[in-house]
C-alpha cells in the first residue's frame, strides 16, 4: 500500500512539472532555448532525409529517435524528482521539516524497480 501512494505522489509530480507550462515560475534558460532551436533547424533536414532511405531504414531510424526522447524525458523525470528529493532532505536536516523517516521511506519506495 505504501508504495502505491508514494507511486501516485511520484505521478502527481510529474504531472505538476507538465501541466502548467505559462506558470511565473517557469524555468527555461538561454541554452535551452539555443538548443531547442537547433533542434528545429536539424529536424527540417532529417525530415528530408529520412525520406530519402528505404522504408525499412526510415523505421529502424524512427524507433531510435523514438527511444531517444522516451528515454530523454524519463531522464528528465529522474532528474526533476531527485531535485525534489533533495530539496525535502535538506529542508529536514535545516530543521525545517520533521519527517525524515518518511522521506527516507518515500526514497527507498521511488528507487525500487
Known amino acids: 500500500m505504501e508504495k502505491l501512494v508514494w507511486q501516485k505522489v511520484k505521478l502527481f509530480l510529474e504531472e505538476l512539472r507538465c501541466e502548467d507550462l505559462d506558470r511565473e515560475s517557469k ?3 538561454d541554452e535551452l532555448q539555443t538548443v531547442r532551436q537547433n533542434l528545429y533547424e536539424k529536424s527540417e533536414a532529417y525530415q ?3 525520406t530519402d532511405i528505404q522504408k525499412e531504414e526510415q523505421e529502424k531510424i524512427k ?3 523514438e527511444a531517444l526522447k522516451d528515454y530523454s524525458f524519463e531522464e528528465c523525470q529522474q532528474a526533476y524528482l ?3 528529493l533533495d530539496c525535502m532532505l ?3 536536516d535545516s530543521g525545517v521539516l520533521k519527517p525524515q523517516k ?3 521511506s518515500m526514497l527507498r ?5
Open 63 to 65: 524507433d531510435y529517435v
Open 27 to 29: 524555468v527555461e534558460t
Open 90 to 92: 535538506a529542508l529536514c
Open 102 to 104: 518518511e522521506i527516507e
Open 82 to 84: 531527485q531535485g525534489m
Open 48 to 50: 528530408q532525409s529520412i
Open 109 to 113: 519506495t521511488l528507487k525500487q524497480p
